[in-house]
């Protein structure tokens, strides 16, 4: 059974910066993929950025595009998010997901992903 649990949310300021982590654990696959989302109340959740372990190739959001960059350690199966110059519509509850080798590559729908972490809270404000 795929887990994963993430950590690093906090308070941060506007104009700050956070690095989120995820760990995975519980498998024994080679190719996969790892993504992460956020929701914040009352709105759906939001794709952010994906990566492949087979070449570490990413895809990101629109939205977060050169604000926030994902990177993995594939020896310890962690996931990063860096991210800079957050905004108060950053908050949210972050989450990673874990997608297997899929006939297509993996994007940003919630729907490709069969495994999810708990969620790390991110708030920013002054």
């Known amino acids: 059974q795929v887990q994963l649990v993430e950590s690093g949310g906090t308070l941060v300021q506007p104009g700050g910066s956070l690095r989120l982590s995820c760990a995975a654990s519980?498998?024994?696959?080679?190719?996969?993929?790892i993504g992460w989302f956020r929701q914040a109340p009352g709105k759906e959740r939001e794709g952010l950025a994906c990566?492949?372990?087979?070449?570490?190739?990413?895809v990101y959001a629109d939205s977060v595009k050169g604000r926030f960059t994902i990177s993995s350690d594939n020896a310890r199966r962690t996931v990063y998010l860096q991210l800079n110059s957050l905004r108060p519509e950053d908050t949210a509850v972050y989450y990673c997901?874990?997608?297997?080798?899929?006939?297509?590559?993996?994007?940003?729908?919630?729907?490709?992903?069969?495994?999810w972490g708990q969620g790390t809270q991110v708030t920013v404000s002054a």
């Open positions: 997901a874990f997608a297997p080798l899929r006939p297509r590559p993996v994007r940003l729908g919630a729907h490709e992903y069969d495994y």
């Open positions: 519980g498998f024994t696959l080679e190719y996969y993929t």
């Open positions: 990566i492949a372990s087979s070449d570490s190739s990413t």
